[in-house]
């Protein structure tokens, strides 16, 4: 049970002030009223999502997946819709050079069983080369489906970082939405929950009130050593692996930027 009275010079260095729980309830309460319109223009933007119209294009262009090229069709698994998250790639760059905000998200992204459930298939789409690509997966633990979409046009191929969808008619496949930046969030849950935490995300461009840590660059988080520091030291690597058996410091090249 919370006693505290109110008494805002109570409170600790870097930390809000310490209030009574009525006080606190009524400030939440205020919060509250605006997460609610947040919400409601949530959902009404998502209803202009669904009336967008579509472009169709050719599903029968190949992509290359582990075993071998195949037609863009296939990746739907006989389902009617399609969601695909268009990784960006380094070429010959180390594991732990590839690009840190997609290898979060792809994390984030490792079981489509529910969207499954509601007739959309998932898949991981690339640029890289299909061995690159196949070993990456392999040091991630990765259990999504992924293909090689290189030197393959637009909407299937062309530029990267983008969270796109997809339905088909038959054989006829058309692109129905498409977006990048922070338009592709909803799919790192971390996100969502780091936000609502007394911190937030720890980075830099965050409105922190004064006295809170401050913020880094953004993916700061991705890379680790094995105590959990976060750090681009030559023993480091992304924090995922840790938790595999057997993982220890591997050589790395550095940020993706340093890499020939």
């Known amino acids: 049970m919370a006693t505290t009275p109110d008494d805002p010079t109570t409170a600790r260095p870097g930390l809000p002030p310490v209030v009574g729980l009525a006080t606190w309830q009524a400030a939440r309460d205020e919060l509250l009223v605006r997460e609610k319109a947040h919400t409601h223009e949530g959902d009404a933007i998502a209803a202009a999502r669904r009336r967008l119209p579509m472009v169709e294009f050719d599903g029968t262009v190949e992509v290359v997946g582990p075993d071998g ?42 079981d489509a069983v529910y969207l499954n459930a509601r007739g959309v298939s998932f898949a991981m789409l690339t640029t890289g080369r299909w061995d690159e690509v196949a070993s990456f997966v392999a040091f991630m633990g990765y259990t999504q489906p992924w293909y090689s979409v290189r030197d393959v046009a637009e909407p299937v191929g062309g530029n990267m970082g983008y969270l796109t969808s997809f339905v088909r008619d038959g054989d006829r496949v058309f692109l129905t939405y498409s977006t990048t930046g922070r338009g592709i969030e909803p799919v790192n849950g971390t996100f969502a929950l780091l936000d609502r935490t007394l911190h937030g995300r720890g980075e830099a461009w965050e409105d922190n009130p004064e006295g809170r840590p401050e913020g880094q660059n953004a993916c700061w988080y991705w890379r680790s050593d094995a105590e959990g520091n976060a750090t681009w030291g030559p023993t480091s690597r992304p924090v995922p692996q840790w938790t595999r058996p057997g993982a220890t410091p591997v050589e790395t090249l550095g940020r993706h930027g340093d890499h020939h």
Do not use: I, N, S
């Not at 863009?72 to 389902?79: S, T």
């Not at 969601?83 to 760059?93: E, I, L, N």
């Open 69 to 110: 090229p195949v037609p863009f069709l296939d990746l739907f698994q006989g389902r009617d819709e399609l969601v695909v998250y268009k990784h960006m790639w380094h070429d010959g760059a180390p594991h732990q050079g590839q690009c840190e905000g997609c290898t979060t998200a792809a994390w984030h992204l490792r």
